[in-house]
Structure formats: C-alpha cells, structure tokens
C-alpha cells in the first residue's frame, strides 16, 4: 500500500462520500487511489469552490467536508475557501498535494509554501514527511475539524509521500493529542447560575448564533425558549435555528437586521449570546451592549468569550449539552405570566416598527420585497436556501421565511460567488431537497464556471439572480456616504443571462417586472431541473 | 501593562512562526521573545513578554491556548517572578577610560569576556532593568555592539508551594 492508497483507506474509515477538488500532477497519485473505491469525485471549474461545495455538503450533512487539490496555484486558489469556512467553523479536511519533499523550500515548478501561507485561516495544519504518519494525522485532523469550534484542517502531502510504501496500516481508534482537549460539558456550578439569573429576569432574550446549527442544538434552544417564554433573535449565521413563523422569533440583528431585534435587545435585562461572536455586523457597539443587563456568552470556544465583550456569566462548552442540561431544571410555572408583558412589548415593536423602502415601479422592475416573501411561500417548507454576499443577501436574510430548512450564506468572510457551489455540495448532501441559491450578477459571474459542474453532476440546484447592473451594496455604501460617486461599482455589459443558460444548456427564466415574477416563481419551482432565473430589479433599489 | 508569558510548545517546526504570527495577526505587542528546550526533549519552552490592557492580555492568553501546538501558558507579572537578561556588549576602550569601565563592570556584577587592543567585550546577566541601567552607564564610552537574550523568567518558588 502506498501513501496515496492509505490516505483513501482513511477517508473509507472516515465515512466520507465524496471528495471536491481539482487536479493536477502533485495530487495525481492520490486521485488515482480515489478512483480505486466508491467515493464519489467532484471536479469542480475552481479550486476555491472545492472548498466552498465542501462547506454546502458540510453543513447540510454535519458530516466534514473533502476537498483536495493539487500544489502551486491549485492551493493558494483554495485559500478563500478556507478563510471563508474558517469565519463560519465550518469543519473541513482539506489536502493539497506539494512537491517532492526533497525540493520543498527550493522554488520548484508549482510549489508554494501553502501550509504557512493559510496558517491564520486554520484550526491547525499539517505537512507529512513521513508516510507512516498518514492514519495518525488523518485521525487527528477529522477529530479536531468536527469537535470543540469547528474549522477547516489543512494536510498538505508532499508526491513522494503519496507514493512511498507504508510499512502498516493501522488507523487508530482513539485520537491521543496533549494540546487538544476542548471543553464540552458546561461547567455545573456556571449553569445554576444561568438558571438563577433566567428565572429572575423580566426581559430576557436569546441571541443565537451560527454556534447553535453546528452543535446540533435546534431543538435544544427551541425548547428552551418555549418553556421558559424567552423571546429568541439571531445573527445572520443564526437564521434558521428558530422558526421565522414562530411567535417567539424577532428577526435578525444587526446593523443589517430589523429594527424592532436590536430595540428588543437594547432593552432586555437578561441576554444570553449563544454561539455568536458578538461581532461588528451583529453588534453596533459591543462595549455598551452590558450596560444595564445581566450578560451570559455561551460558546465552545473560550476565547470568543469576552473577545469583544465582558459578559457575567461565561460559560464554555458545546451548545447542545449545555441547553440539555439547562432544560432538565424545572420550576417554571409562575414565570409565563411574568413575562407576558415584555413578550407583548416586543410584538407592538414588530408591528410599529415599520422599515421604509423605497418606492418601487413595478411594471419596470421586481419588488425583491415581494418575490422572496412569495418564493418563500411557494418553496416546500423543508427547502435549502443559499444566499450570495451583496444586497440579495441582506433582502434574503429579511424577507426569506425559513419554516423547516436551513438558510446558508457566507457570514463571517461575506466571500462573492459561495451560494452556487454551497448550494451544489448542500444539494449533493440532501438530493431529496429543493436548493436555491439567491444571488446579485456580480457573484454569479464570480462563480459561473461552476454551471458546467451542476450540468456534468446533474445537480439541479435553482439559481435566482437579481439583475441589476450595479454591485449593488457597494452602490448603496456610495449613496449613503460618498455622495453617490459610483466607482467601480457598475456592471454593464454583463452577458445576456439567457445565452449563458443555452450555452450550459438550462433552462431559462426571466422576469422584467412584478407579473412576470409571479409566473417566475411557478415555473422556477415546476420541475426537478437546473434553473437560471433572472429577475430585474431596481438598480437604486436599498438594502436598508 | 506588562506581562510574562510563559508558553510550554511541542518543539517541531514551525511552531515558533505560528506563535509569532498569532500576535502580529490579532495585532498584540511583542517585547521581547525567547525560545529554548526544557528538560524535556520535545518541548520547548516560549518566553514572551508583552504589554496591554486587562482585556488584551486575556484574550493573549486564550488565543495562545487555542493555538494546537500550545501545551500550556503560564502568564504571570514580573513581581511575582524571577527574571533575567543575558547581555553582550562590545565597546571600544582607551588608556583614559579602561578603568572607569572596569570599575561600573565592578559595580554592576558585568564580567569582560573578551579583549583586544582597541574594544573589549563584557557579559552582564541580569533583570532587564538592571542590564538597561548598565546599558545607560556605558554610553560614555562608545559601544561597538550590543546583543540581547530577551527576557527569560519563571515565577518564584513561593508560587510553587501556593498552588
């Protein structure tokens, strides 16, 4: 067995699936094992969306995502990737072949220094010298990609290492490392003190973060908050852990988010932060955020805790366990009533609280107000929906309703072009689901390559692009603070989207004002089948 | 603020880089940094000094606990420590000031290491307030070269039997 032929045998042990990727001759030998067993290979049109895919299937399968290329430029385009699924612990394993080690550090064709280069958009890294270490680092990096705060794990494999013979093959059962060792159940006496200050708070609410998904803790944190009658609101990487139906839900956070979410967070007198960082999008001015509550941060990682703030209560650890632990208190009787007035205040918010948009001709452009609110509606309510980065992102984290699905974006590095290949690797994870990636022109053209991928997989994602000619968020930054000098911001000239879906061989969908946008939506949804859906918009139209 | 920064590694390569990077990436000051064995072969023992806010100085220490290759961190203030500071200073001497600088060298434990006709070389070892003190002394007289350790530094034995 060669070390290529072992790393295979790691991921078979692993139970992966499928591998994302993009070859070339320093990962030749490891594709050649691949093509040896049933995982399934991916060739992606990038190697960046290899990681981005990786991430899609990651998150809907909560499985690690594989993605693998080969030296030189193949890894370094892989690090947006990687620095993407490392803003929002995505757990990835992510192998780059390299050149023979004896020329590593010598400028040779293809070789780039990739394990220093990603260093600070990974949970850890490895280059192996040696082939006997494979199954020990494989163990190692699926354990530390998928436990504690998830987060992409590098493996770089220098040719000659792919091809020497090792001596044994024993994969390990135990992983045995003195320097990892995250903590997972919740300190006891911290948790009665969660208890204690919960029962006695008047205002409570619960801020959840992209934390909740990756610990598994959906229904955990929506018990909680109907037993204990605690209004939730959520981040960006949050949407979805509460229902956008349910009553005790208040949107999203945020300098971006609704209005009535950030009133309603100001004046609680009890915020617990789950899983979120706390982070400048979510949070306008973290220093202020303790001023007159009490603040609990929970989160797997200690030092997201008082990173940006100084709560009162920390408490490290994963999610899931903790709120299990939390609910198994009991005495909540009398506190329902209690809070029925805050409950009640936070409603009158919602329903007062309008936000303004801006006035909209209809029968020249596509309110996206409206065409996601009626797409939302029409989608099967376990649907997958995958917003790009951009003015489409900020309408889809509003007015998109996520019932029993999950809704994916890139939140942290906010990287163009992540909902196509996301929305293929979610697809890939969940054929059975309806998958909708949500995106501005600019994004798509950022990621089109990838439509020769859903075509060659048949990966019948939905692609919804909301036409503008502008980049539109960067537009809107101009309006509002350079005094609407548009500077590399105007996309004319894009192609004619229905020429693209003939060349990829897709069918084709246009809407040019809020008629068609209605039928749009009917046929978008009709068939099993690969989508381009065009929908014009207004180009001055705001995200806020 | 100052703190020491104790930090117990894996000794492989790159470890140093990564511990480097992570202050310079989250933008925290480096004073000065040591590295050397500990008696146990495959750990390395980092000695950093840096300066910050209550806050910068948490967030220091848990960043360097959540680096893979950190065994342990130990952070503790100079007062309640033991540190020391090896130096090496060249000057160039004359009849007329030779005996004035042996006598400082007297003064403050500094030994002459080295000689030729026109510099002498002098070794002083001691808290990096001391060997700055001696630095100052000696820019009477024209120094050559210097070349500093950095601060290493363990907490005092008394801190030991607290715990």
Request: with cysteine.
């Amino acid at each position: 067995m060669n070390g290529a032929q072992a790393i295979v045998k790691c991921l078979e042990e692993e139970k992966v699936k499928v591998v994302y990727g993009y070859s070339g001759v320093a990962i030749a030998p490891f594709y050649d094992a691949l093509g040896e067993t049933d995982i399934k290979q991916v060739l992606v049109r990038t190697e960046q969306n290899a990681a981005h895919c990786a991430s899609g299937y990651a998150r809907i399968s909560r499985e690690v995502g594989v993605c693998a290329v080969t030296s030189g430029p193949g890894a370094t385009n892989l690090i947006t990737g990687i620095a993407t699924a490392y803003a929002d612990s995505i757990p990835l394993v992510c192998i780059t072949g390299q050149v023979n080690s004896e020329l590593i550090g010598s400028d040779v064709f293809q070789e780039a220094d990739i394990t220093g280069a990603a260093e600070s958009f990974v949970k850890y890294s490895y280059l192996i010298r040696d082939v006997n270490d494979i199954p020990r680092i494989f163990k190692e990096a699926f354990h530390i990609a998928s436990t504690g705060r998830r987060g992409p794990v590098l493996i770089d494999i220098p040719m000659d290492i792919q091809m020497a013979e090792i001596s044994k093959f024993a994969y390990p059962d135990k992983v045995n490392m003195r320097t990892y060792k995250p903590t997972i159940e919740g300190n006891a006496v911290q948790i009665k003190k969660v208890v204690k200050e919960v029962a006695q708070a008047k205002r409570p609410i619960i801020c959840v973060g992209g934390g909740v998904h990756l610990s598994g803790a959906v229904d955990e944190i929506r018990k909680f908050s109907k037993e204990n009658q605690i209004p939730v609101v959520s981040t960006m990487m949050g949407i979805g852990v509460m229902s956008s139906l349910d009553p005790m839900y208040f949107g999203m956070v945020g300098n971006n988010g609704r209005p009535y979410a950030n009133r309603a967070l100001n004046e609680s007198d009890l915020l617990l932060m789950v899983g979120a960082r706390v982070a400048d999008r979510a949070v306008n001015r973290p220093d202020l955020i303790t001023e007159n509550k009490v603040l609990i941060h929970i989160d797997v990682d200690p030092a997201e805790i008082g990173k940006n703030v100084g709560p009162t209560i920390p408490l490290v650890g994963d999610i899931k366990h903790i709120f299990k632990k939390i609910n198994e208190f009991e005495d909540k009787e009398d506190l329902i009533h209690k809070r029925q007035d805050w409950i009640d205040t936070l409603n009158e918010y919602r329903l007062t609280m309008v936000e303004k948009r801006p006035e909209i001709d209809t029968t020249k452009f596509v309110d996206p107000m409206a065409f996601l609110n009626k797409l939302s509606i029409r989608l099967p309510e376990d649907a997958i929906y995958v917003a790009d980065v951009g003015q489409n992102q900020i309408w889809s984290c509003r007015w998109h309703l996520v019932k029993k699905g999950r809704f994916l974006t890139s939140g942290g590095m906010g990287t163009m072009g992540y909902s196509i290949p996301a929305a293929f690797g979610a697809k890939e994870a969940d054929p059975h689901k309806t998958v909708v990636a949500v995106m501005g022109e600019g994004g798509f053209q950022m990621s089109m390559m990838e439509l020769s991928t859903l075509k060659q997989y048949g990966n019948n994602v939905k692609i919804v692009i909301f036409r503008n000619n502008f980049l539109g968020m960067v537009r809107e930054y101009q309006h509002y603070k350079l005094e609407d000098r548009y500077n590399m911001v105007i996309l004319d000239e894009s192609p004619k989207l229905d020429k693209i879906a003939e060349a990829y061989d897709m069918k084709y969908l246009k809407a040019n004002n809020q008629e068609e946008a209605d039928a749009l939506i009917e046929e978008l949804l009709k068939d099993d089948a690969p989508v381009i859906a065009e929908v014009v918009v207004d180009p001055y139209d705001l995200a806020k | 603020m100052k703190r020491i920064y104790s930090v117990l590694v894996e000794n492989h390569a790159g470890v140093l880089c990564k511990v480097a990077g992570l202050f310079s990436r989250r933008n925290f000051n480096i004073d000065s940094l040591v590295v050397g064995e500990t008696n146990s072969r495959d750990v390395s023992c980092m000695t950093i000094v840096s300066s910050g806010d209550e806050r910068t100085i948490e967030q220091i220490e848990k960043q360097l606990n959540k680096k893979l290759d950190v065994i342990k961190v130990k952070t503790f203030k100079e007062s309640i420590s033991i540190c020391r500071e090896l130096t090496l200073i060249k000057v160039r001497y004359n009849r007329e000031n030779r005996r004035d600088i042996m006598e400082n060298c007297d003064i403050m434990k500094a030994q002459i290491v080295d000689m030729s006709k026109n510099l002498m070389m002098i070794q002083i070892c001691d808290t990096p307030e001391r060997v700055e003190l001696f630095i100052e002394m000696l820019r009477t007289v024209s120094i050559v070269e210097i070349a500093r350790t950095g601060t290493v530094a363990l907490t005092k034995c008394g801190e030991n039997d607290k715990n």
